[in-house]
């Protein structure tokens, strides 16, 4: 770092929302040639601040300097235009475009009678290949991918171009530990570069591992900025949530051994060679009351596949399925509902929120959907319920009437579970719960889970960091290439030995 | 943390993520493919239908239908709509009418004729854009506005005596065998060839695709959505100039009623050509087809003969949802979930 | 208008081995069903072989339904035009395919005549100045400004236009007679009744309705009931067509006057149409035989009228 | 007072309550009401009774429009119901009796909701974009009714089926009865019961309502067969109001008067959210816009341009609002919901 003069240079950059002070006077500086995260908890004003520099919001105060001139962006555009790249929270692109044209939309290449559709498909494949994702095909519709894929396409557009700054939001919350690394070795050899880069995540080890230099937030405020070598994980944590943390202890503590299995009683749910045609095939599962089933896998390896087929939200047409000792085939996620089965999806946006409504409606939507439309949840319930989960899972802000789509990622994320936590399931499915949580959530749904499987639920977990899963579960399923290929009882299963057999041949 | 190596993808996704690519044309193929068995079928059952200017005739006749459909294609690939399209029309020869009936060059008035469509339609564009109102409602509004100015400009019928219009009207380009089609069919393709080229070979195209993939992404990607939202409205009033002016050249007459509608016939071309009315996929050359398909229904009718008025209708509508249902059964899958 | 010669030809199979393709209107009013369905059993009767369409009340349409006849090379083609104006290329295309045209119901503005062998239909114009003329006499003994509110058919629709004209040229004889309101009721029954109400508000002492066909004037009647007036004699009515529903009320003395316009040309069509295949000279203009009706002459016809 | 400026029916309210102060500057007595005859006599009863049919139409049409779709069949549903029930009377043997006259009711609104549910079958079932699914039926649904007429205007005269229409219960017209009535009970339904929420999250996203266990094909089914109901009802009163069933011109275009009444209400066309109330209100705007142009004696040559001319102000005023809330603070880039889903 020769240079003194920061690139981005924010200064008490204040933003309200009806009823919220998003943003309170936050300054926030990034050089040339530095990783630099931004830190805070679920709702602390990170995205906000994000889209305050890149003008998607306008500012209420505060001044925004780049490269020492002084800039309010009109849009996006215009932030591009200065060279800044972003890639927001959630993944913006377009899903009925090809992976080559999203990554190249609004700078295609040009020559004589239109766009260079060759040169296109060569850009497009150099920084696939630059992300080792040189086996996608870049004509495929983005909308065929796993909203993975679609988050590593969205990077890919972002570092496609020849940026100062790079801002990434949450870029890592559905990669696996493989893409992560992939991820930081372009992020590294960019910074090399010179480029400012400024990086959100709710992982501390990522946190860690890549960045030099940290900003902290508490409730759209500043707390301060210090580099990262300087701050232990404990004080970093006590800053974000503005209090000590003894949950922290326990979130190294591995508490949970393997429940025996109940080999007399009857399996609350028995796939055998469960399947369906092109998505995923071999799922054996055998799940008891009270038992948490993790699944293992990389990226694409069938992980959501086989949760949505277990759901009824696909169909299968191979292998047979039996819940409670009889045979039954899934239709719907309506009758899987019925059976006790419930079902918290990854994508959020999509399979999850109902954008316009407001946190109470879609926190009791499910129970709702169950009693049928007749028999409205009385409203005094409806507010209890909400009341009770807005304190349990600290969802903020804590206003029933704000409509979800106005919540930070987390906050949204916590709403959707707790849509299938009032509902009692008998099975609990849960995709990427913890996708986008801060860590002080993500310990008390940690916590949640386990207590639920003491009180007799059972759970499927799925979650992009081994750890988790490896902590939670009694049981460890492992997929690769879309077929279940281990099942195993967590009996002291580490790390490695999930990584060889994913690695190691299919047979 | 060990990095695992990958192994490479396994052959049958790249396979699947490629027909997945290709999937996207389904719907349109769907519809080529519809509309040949049913110019096969007119074949078997009516003599005389098998003949080229049968086929030429659906262009001939179709002309101002084919280019409202390529506007509105651009519309509906953004996830607007526009209803005023079968007004502007009206409101088009009315003006070529009127304003020839007072001598003015013919030249002249093609220019402003096709001015005066691209500004309605980009005074439209701007008000939905900049008031955020619904499409729907401001063409709408745009749609009475324009039948309106129609009976204001005159409630009778004007007859086009100009000369070069009346050439253009009764010119036949032969293309042997006694077969011929209109200089009108020829401004037709050239504009749908031209649509075709924008939509996929320039920035501009591509942003109407992402803008229908999701207005928000495509703003947070930088592209230039409020431009190209209100350009495309601009557009759709420009065609529906030009298949005013060509409308002219068809009827010779300016006629207040002319093209009522119309709007609606463009809008099922669009969509039977496998266009998604949410935004983000179809096609130019799908509309083409759509606009063929609801000729060829017409062509059946008149060859029928024997339908009354009533069960015209009903078999229009009966031809249009076997399309439907048709074009739905092929091209299974296509849609997004 | 009056009587014809054209219509007392030959009875039926005059028109054996004919194929006529016939494109209508559409099926907009209860007159033109009658109209297609005249059409269509003469047709029959003549044994001619009827290629019917139905253009929906668009031109494009019925033009598409020429080219498909000329194309099918039917022997005679038969259309009543949506519009007045626009029709020369394709009847230059029939011309040249050497298929003769007759003109049914509408006229048609092309200034070559030879495009067309004849137009046999009714003159809307006259229609309107027959209705004119018979509020002229009935009001020459009364004193004083006379009221008229007129329902026009729908804007733009050449019968409304026509009948509009003809109407206002006959009062203009009387200076005593001033159409205060007119509105369109687009030729509907409720288009009538709901201008009616509008109008009897508006204009506390109407004393003559104008209807540009009979629905709109059995709506306006209704009006007139709710509004605690008697329709005939509180306030005096005239309608144009003369279909079925109007005449019982002209018959119960709720219409003053109507005005016919006949929708039964089936049977001259199909005369004309023999001898112009055959060759023969036909009369440039054929008008319909109509005539009009007081309510005593209703009584008289009610009973044997077809439609 | 700034949260009334900022509740989303005042301008509509205020573009209402401006149209009929236009007409009583141009009409004394017009906003006059009188007894005549037993029952209310007046400009604002014609108002109601006349907007009956465009009411009850767009309630139907507002609970579709809220599920995400479109219904443009509702004027061929009214064409055809009413000629189902006039076809009846004119057929029976007792062309005058009640009895008749019920058994006609029963037989149209069968009719709407065989149609209704034709509608939903194609949407939610077979999967037909709404526009298009209806169009089918928009094109067919008046041959259907020309065929059950025979092209004819059918004229009756049975005093029981002339009330629904044009008859009076207590001074007050009966059609306007109806129309609160089913007013109503549309609200009792969809804000008592669970079933509205359900409805704007289909509309809103249908993948996530699916995924979160909502019968949405259930729930898609049974707004337009609502929908269906509404437009018979409305096609009852409006053959009974002339007494005769015009299979060709009844309903014509109400679709289109329908969905605007519904915009002009504040209900988004891309589903979700929605307002009956707003809807009533851009109902009646309508139709007094129509009577507006009657009672300032606008010729029919620039009726079009007028009634243009006040959609779009109202349009205007109501998003100008939407500006100067902009104005005090930021929203997301798009108003529009991101989710978007091929239907
Ligand atoms: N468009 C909006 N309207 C109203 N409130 C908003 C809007 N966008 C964000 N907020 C509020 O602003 C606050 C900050 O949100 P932001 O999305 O910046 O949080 P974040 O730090 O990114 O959290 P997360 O880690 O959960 O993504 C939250 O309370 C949120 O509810
Ligand atoms: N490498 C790839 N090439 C093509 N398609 C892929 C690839 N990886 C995943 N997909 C697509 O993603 C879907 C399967 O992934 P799924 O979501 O079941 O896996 P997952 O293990 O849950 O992975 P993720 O962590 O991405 O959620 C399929 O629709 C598949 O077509
Ligand atoms: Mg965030
Ligand atoms: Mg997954």
């Known amino acids: 770092m020769n240079e003194i003069v920061p690139v981005v240079d924010l200064r008490g950059i204040s933003i309200e929302f009806p009823g919220v002070k998003a943003l309170d006077g936050v300054d926030l500086r990034l050089f040339q040639g530095e990783v630099h995260a931004l830190m805070g908890e679920n709702g602390a004003g990170k995205s906000t ?104 396409v969205a990077i890919a557009r972002s570092v496609q171009v020849d940026a100062k700054v790079l801002i990434l939001d949450e870029p890592t919350s559905s990669l696996d530990t493989e893409e992560v690394q992939q991820l930081f070795a372009v992020i590294r050899s960019l910074r090399d570069n010179g480029v400012a880069i400024l990086f959100v995540s709710h992982f501390l080890e990522q946190v860690y591992e890549i960045s030099d230099r940290m900003t902290v937030l508490r409730n759209g405020r500043l707390v301060g900025e210090f580099m990262t070598r300087e701050l232990p994980r ?128 879609n926190l009791v939507l499910a129970m709702q959907a169950s009693q049928g439309w007749l028999r409205r949840i009385p409203a005094p319930q409806q507010d209890q319920l909400t009341e009770k989960f807005i304190a349990a899972l600290d969802i903020r802000p804590a206003n029933k009437d704000a409509l979800i789509r106005n919540l930070s990622g987390g906050n949204q994320q916590k709403v959707l579970l707790a849509r299938w936590l009032i509902t009692n399931p008998k099975l609990l499915i849960l995709d990427e719960p913890t996708r986008g949580i801060d860590i002080g959530a993500k310990t008390q749904i940690q916590k949640l889970i386990s207590t639920l499987a003491a009180d007799g639920m059972s759970i499927i977990f799925i979650s992009a960091e081994l750890e988790e899963v490896l902590r939670l579960s009694d049981h460890i399923a492992v997929l690769k290439d879309r077929r279940m290929v281990a099942d195993l009882p967590n009996d002291g299963v580490t790390m490695e030995d999930v990584m060889t057999i994913i690695a190691g041949s299919a047979a | 943390m060990s990095v695992v190596t990958r192994t490479p993808a396994p052959l049958n996704r790249t396979r699947i993520s490629l027909l997945e ?135 009778d019928s004007i007859t086009v005596t100009d000369p070069f219009f009346t050439a253009m009207a009764q010119a036949r380009i032969p293309l042997g065998g006694r077969m011929f089609i209109s200089p009108g069919v020829v401004i037709a393709l050239l504009v749908v060839a031209l649509a075709f080229y924008v939509l996929h070979q320039t920035r501009f195209g591509r942003t109407v695709y992402a803008i229908g993939g999701g207005e928000s992404s495509a703003l947070l990607m930088g592209l230039a959505v409020p ?37 609606l016939d463009a809008i099922a071309a669009v969509v039977v050509g496998g266009t998604l009315l949410t935004g983000g996929y179809g096609y130019v050359l799908g509309s083409l087809a759509g606009v063929l398909i609801l000729g060829i229904v017409q062509t059946f009718i008149s060859y029928e003969g024997t339908l009354s008025s009533w069960w015209t209708r009903i078999v229009i509508g009966a031809l249009l949802l076997a399309f439907i249902l048709l074009q739905k059964l092929f091209s299974r899958k296509v849609t997004v979930t | 208008g009056g009587g014809t010669d054209a219509g007392t030809g030959a009875g039926g199979g005059s028109g054996d081995g004919i194929t006529m393709g016939f494109a209508q209107v559409g099926a907009e009013s209860g007159w033109r069903s009658a109209n297609t369905k005249s059409v269509q059993d003469a047709a029959e009767k003549a044994g001619v072989d009827l290629k019917f369409s139905d253009a929906q009340q668009k031109q494009e349409n019925q033009i598409k339904a020429l080219r498909s006849y000329i194309q099918q090379q039917v022997d005679v083609i038969a259309f ?76 733009g629709a050449a ?149 | 007072m700034n949260a009334l400026l900022k509740h989303r029916l005042t301008w509509p309210v205020l573009a209402l309550v401006l149209l009929l102060l236009l007409n009583q500057v141009f009409r004394a007595d017009f906003l006059s009401v009188r007894l005549q005859d037993g029952h209310l006599y007046g400009s604002l009863i014609d108002i109601l009774r006349n907007g009956a049919p465009t009411i009850l139409i767009a309630l139907g049409m507002t609970l579709v429009i809220a599920s995400r779709g479109i219904d443009l069949s509702v004027g061929a549903v009214a064409a055809i119901a009413g000629a189902v029930s006039c076809t009846y009377i004119y057929t029976s043997p007792d062309p005058s009796s009640l009895q008749t006259a019920a058994v006609a009711v029963a037989l149209a609104v069968v009719a709407g909701l065989v149609l209704g549910l034709w509608n939903g079958f194609l949407v939610s079932v077979v999967g037909i974009q709404p526009i298009i699914a209806t169009l089918v039926l928009m094109t067919a649904g008046r041959g259907l009714a020309q065929l059950v007429t025979d092209g004819q205007i059918i004229s009756v005269s049975n005093d029981s089926y002339q009330s629904i229409g044009a008859g009076f219960v207590l001074g007050l017209p009966i059609s306007i009865l109806i129309a609160a009535a089913a007013f109503l009970a549309a609200g009792l339904l969809t804000r008592r019961t669970a079933l509205g929420t359900l409805i704007e999250a289909v509309g809103i996203n249908p993948v996530a309502s699916r995924l979160a266990g909502l019968n949405a094909r259930t729930i898609t089914m049974a707004v337009y067969v609502f929908s269906g109901l509404c437009a018979a009802v409305a096609g009852l009163m409006i053959s009974s109001n002339v007494t005769a069933a015009d299979a060709n011109n009844a309903g014509l275009y109400i679709e289109m008067d329908a969905i605007l009444a519904v ?60 500006r100067t809330l902009l104005k005090q603070r930021r929203r997301p880039v798009t108003a529009t919901s991101d989710v978007k889903v091929a239907i």
């Open chain 1, 49 to 152: 601040l994000i889209k305050a520099l890149t003008g998607v919001y306008a500012i209420d105060s505060g001044t925004i300097t780049v490269l020492g001139e002084q800039h309010r962006f009109a849009g996006p555009a215009e932030a591009q235009d200065a060279r800044i790249s972003t890639v927001y929270q959630e993944v913006n692109l377009c899903p009925n475009l090809s992976i080559e044209e999203n990554i190249l939309l609004g700078r295609e290449p040009h020559r004589r009678g239109g766009i260079h559709w060759k040169e296109v498909r060569r850009r497009a494949r150099a920084v696939l290949e630059q992300l080792n994702l040189g086996h996608l095909d870049p004509g495929s519709v983005l909308s065929s991918h796993s909203i993975a894929i679609q988050q590593l």
């Open chain 1, 234 to 361: 404990m004080s970093l944590i006590s800053k974000m949530m503005g209090k000590e943390l003894d949950a922290l202890t326990e979130l190294d503590r591995s508490d949970v051994r393997a429940r025996p299995d109940r080999t007399d009683a009857v399996p609350l749910l028995l796939a055998e060679k469960l399947g369906r045609k092109g998505s995923v095939g071999n799922v054996d599962i055998a799940l008891y009351e009270g038992q948490i089933l993790g699944l293992a896998g990389l990226l694409g390896s069938g992980r959501t596949e086989t949760a949505r087929l277990l759901f009824g939200a696909d169909r299968a047409d191979q292998g047979q399925l039996t819940i409670r000792g009889t045979a039954q085939t899934l239709r719907s996620p309506r009758s899987a509902i019925d059976h006790g089965i419930a079902f918290s999806s990854e994508n959020r946006k999509e399979e999850g929120l109902i954008g316009d409504l407001s946190v109470r409606d």
């Open chain 2, 21 to 155: 690519g290709k999937a996207r044309y389904a719907p349109t193929l769907a519809t080529v493919g519809l509309f040949l068995a049913m110019f096969a079928a007119g074949a078997v059952m009516y003599p005389g239908f098998l003949s080229g200017q049968v086929f030429l005739n659906l262009l001939v006749d179709n002309t101002f239908l084919i280019v409202l459909a390529v506007g509105m294609t651009f519309v509906i690939l953004t996830g607007g709509i526009d209803l005023s399209v079968g007004s502007v029309v009206a409101l088009s020869m009315m003006i070529a009418a009127a304003l020839l009936q007072a001598g003015w060059n013919p030249v002249a008035v093609i220019a402003l004729v096709l001015l005066t469509g691209a500004t309605f339609g980009l005074l439209m564009g701007l008000v939905i854009q900049v008031f955020e109102i619904q499409p729907f409602i401001v063409t709408l509004a745009g749609l009475f506005l324009a039948r309106g100015l129609c009976y204001v400009i005159s409630v």
């Open chain 2, 227 to 263: 431009r190209t939202k209100v350009l495309v409205y601009g557009i759709s009033g420009l065609c529906s100039a030009v298949a005013g002016v060509l409308f002219s050249f068809y009827s010779l007459s300016g006629y207040s009623l002319a093209a009522t509608g119309l709007e």
């Open chain 3, 80 to 155: 009543s035009p949506v519009v007045e104006s626009g029709w020369d290329t394709v009847l230059k295309e029939a011309k040249d395919a050497g298929i003769p045209v007759i003109l049914t119901d509408r006229a048609v503005d092309s200034s070559d005549t030879s495009l067309y062998k004849t137009f046999l239909g009714s003159d809307f114009v006259e229609e309107g100045k027959k209705a004119g003329d018979w509020l002229v006499e009935d009001s020459a003994s009364t004193d004083g400004p006379i009221n008229i509110v007129e329902l026009q058919g729908t804007t």
């Open chain 3, 159 to 307: 019968p409304a236009i026509d009948r509009k004209e003809g109407f206002e040229a006959a009062i203009a004889a009387d200076p005593d007679l001033a159409i205060v309101e007119s509105q369109t009721g687009d030729f509907t029954r409720s288009g009538g009744k709901q201008v009616m109400e509008a109008f009897l508000k508006n204009t506390p002492d109407i004393d003559v309705v104008y209807a540009h066909n009979d629905d709109m004037g059995l709506g306006a009647i209704e009006a007139i009931e709710a509004a605690g007036k008697v329709p005939g004699k509180d306030i005096k009515i005239i309608t144009v067509d003369a279909v079925k529903d109007g005449m019982t009320a002209l018959a119960d003395g709720k219409i003053n006057y109507i005005v016919e316009c006949n929708p039964l040309l089936g049977e001259q069509l199909m005369d004309l149409a023999a001898k112009v295949v055959a060759g023969e000279e036909v009369p440039e203009r054929v008008v319909t035989e109509e005539s009009a009706f007081t309510p005593e002459q209703a009584k008289e016809v009610l009973a044997s009228r077809e439609y």
């Open chain 4, 263 to 322: 915009v002009i209400g504040g209900t988004s066309l891309a589903g979700g959210r929605y307002s009956l109330v707003g809807t009533l209100i851009g109902a009646l705007i309508i139709q007094t816009l129509t009577t507006t142009v009657y009672t300032l004696g606008i010729p029919p040559e620039v009726t079009l341009v007028f009634k243009a001319l006040v959609v779009i102000i109202v349009c205007l005023l109501q998003s100008s609002r939407a």
